[in-house]
C-alpha cells in the first residue's frame, strides 16, 4: 500500500476560491491488480462547482493510474516457456541459444527469484509428482554423448517448501493425488538451461512432472492451479521443445524442414494472439502437428507456463533458433497486464 496526497486550490466562476484535498491510495493485491481508493475533503458550502471537482478527479486518476500501471507492467511477474533442445547446449559454445541463455539475467530476466519451479518434458509420471529434496543431484539421462557432458554438475539446493505449496495449490484446484519424489534430482530438461542461466547454482529449485497420457487442456489446469506462485516470487519455467522429432533429426543436414518450421510458425502467431484454446487443441488445430511432436511430452511444459500465465496473459517470443533442420529453440515469455478495481 502506498497513498498520495495532492491538495487543489479551484477558482470556479462563483469568484469563490474552493480548497480540494484529493487523497488516493494504490493498493497492490496478490492477484495483481491495482485498487484505487479516493477520497474528498471540501469545505461545506452551497457554491460548490461539483462538476468542476469531477472532471479534475477524474484526469487525476487517469493520468497517476496511467503511470503506476507502466511501472506495475514492469515489474509484473513473468512464466516462461524455454526450449532446451539438444544436451550438446551444455557444451557448444556455438549454438545462439546457448548465448541467449548466458545473458538471462541481464537482458530477460534480471529479479532474483526466491526458488524456481520447473515443468520438464524429461519427467513423466502417471500423476503429478515433485520431488523433494535438499539437495539436487545432476541427472546425466542422455547416452552417447561426449564424456565431458557427464562430468557437468549443477548442485542446486532443492526446494521442499515450495514442493508443498505446489502440492497444496494443485490438491485445492481438484488434483487429487500428487505424489512426491524424495530421491529425484533435476534432469537435462531442468539443469542445462538452469547452469547458463543461474551459473552459481544458488537458488533452490524444485521439479514437477508431466503426464503424457493427457492433453493439453489438463496441463493448462495444472498451470492454472500454481498461478499464486508468481505473486510469491517463484519462477515458473517450462522446459521442453517447440518442436521435437527425435526421428527426423538433421535428415537433411541443417535444412529446415518445411513442415517442422510451418508448425512453428503457427505456434508463435497463436501464442502472440492470445489464441492459447487452440494451443490446447494444437492436435486438431496445428499443421503436422504430429510430425512436429510425434509424442507430446516437450510440448506440455509449455501448456503448463501458459496456465500459470492466465488468460489475458500477453506472449512474446524471446528467442528464435535452429539445431539439426528440426529442433527449434523458440522461447516464449508470458506476462501478465495489471488491471485497476
Given at each position: 500500500?502506498?497513498?498520495?496526497?495532492?491538495s487543489l486550490r479551484c477558482l470556479?466562476?462563483?469568484?469563490?476560491?474552493?480548497?480540494?484535498?484529493?487523497?488516493?491510495?494504490f493498493r497492490f493485491s496478490r492477484r495483481r491488480k491495482i485498487h484505487?481508493?479516493?477520497?474528498?475533503?471540501?469545505?461545506?458550502?452551497?457554491?460548490?462547482?461539483?462538476?468542476f471537482v469531477i472532471l479534475t478527479t477524474i484526469l487525476l486518476l487517469s493520468s497517476i493510474s496511467r503511470a503506476r500501471i507502466r511501472h506495475m507492467a514492469a515489474a509484473a511477474p513473468a512464466v516462461f516457456f524455454i526450449s532446451h533442445g539438444?544436451?550438446?547446449?551444455?557444451?557448444?559454445?556455438?549454438?545462439?541459444?546457448?548465448?541467449?541463455?548466458?545473458?538471462?539475467?541481464?537482458?530477460?530476466?534480471?529479479?532474483?527469484?526466491?526458488?524456481?519451479l520447473v515443468i520438464s518434458g524429461h519427467w513423466e509420471t502417471d500423476e503429478?509428482?515433485?520431488?523433494?529434496?535438499?539437495?539436487?543431484?545432476?541427472?546425466h539421462d542422455f547416452y552417447g554423448f561426449p564424456k565431458p557432458m557427464y562430468q557437468l554438475k549443477y548442485p542446486a539446493p532443492g526446494?521442499?517448501?515450495?514442493?508443498?505449496?505446489?502440492?497444496?495449490?494443485?490438491?485445492?484446484?481438484?488434483?487429487?493425488?500428487?505424489?512426491?519424489d524424495k530421491e529425484r534430482g533435476l534432469d537435462h530438461g531442468a539443469w542445462v538451461p538452469l547452469m547458463l542461466m543461474y551459473p552459481e547454482a544458488d537458488i533452490p529449485v524444485c521439479q514437477l512432472s508431466i503426464q503424457s497420457h493427457k492433453d493439453g487442456t489438463y496441463h493448462y489446469n495444472i498451470g492454472r492451479a500454481l498461478a499464486p506462485l508468481k505473486a510469491e516470487g517463484i519462477l515458473i519455467m517450462g522446459s521442453g521443445s517447440?518442436?521435437?522429432?527425435?526421428?527426423?533429426l538433421g535428415s537433411n543436414g541443417d535444412k529446415l524442414a518445411p513442415s517442422i518450421?510451418?508448425?512453428?510458425?503457427?505456434?508463435?502467431?497463436?501464442?502472440?494472439?492470445?489464441?492459447?484454446?487452440?494451443?490446447?487443441?494444437?492436435?486438431?488445430?496445428a499443421p503436422y502437428a504430429k510430425v512436429a511432436h510425434p509424442w507430446p511430452d516437450h510440448f506440455y511444459p509449455l501448456h503448463v507456463a501458459m496456465g500459470a500465465a492466465g488468460d489475458d496473459a500477453k506472449a512474446e517470443l524471446i528467442h528464435r533458433s535452429w539445431q539439426f533442420g528440426t529442433l527449434s529453440y523458440a522461447s516464449y515469455r508470458f506476462t501478465t497486464r495489471p488491471e485497476i478495481q
Open positions: 500500500k502506498f497513498p498520495l496526497f495532492f470556479p466562476n462563483t469568484g469563490k476560491s474552493l480548497t480540494l484535498a484529493i487523497r488516493i491510495q484505487i481508493k479516493t477520497q474528498f475533503d471540501r469545505p461545506a458550502t452551497n457554491n460548490q462547482p461539483l462538476g539438444s544436451p550438446t547446449l551444455s557444451i557448444d559454445k556455438s549454438l545462439p541459444a546457448r548465448h541467449f541463455l548466458e545473458s538471462w539475467k541481464e537482458n530477460v530476466f534480471p529479479q532474483r527469484p526466491n526458488a524456481i503429478p509428482t515433485v520431488n523433494v529434496v535438499d539437495r539436487c543431484d545432476t541427472i526446494a521442499p517448501y515450495l514442493a508443498t505449496r505446489v502440492k497444496q495449490l494443485l490438491k485445492e484446484s481438484g488434483f487429487e493425488t500428487v505424489h512426491e517447440a518442436t521435437h522429432n527425435l526421428r527426423a518450421v510451418e508448425f512453428d510458425r503457427w505456434l508463435e502467431e497463436a501464442l502472440l494472439s492470445g489464441r492459447y484454446d487452440d494451443v490446447n487443441r494444437y492436435e486438431g488445430k
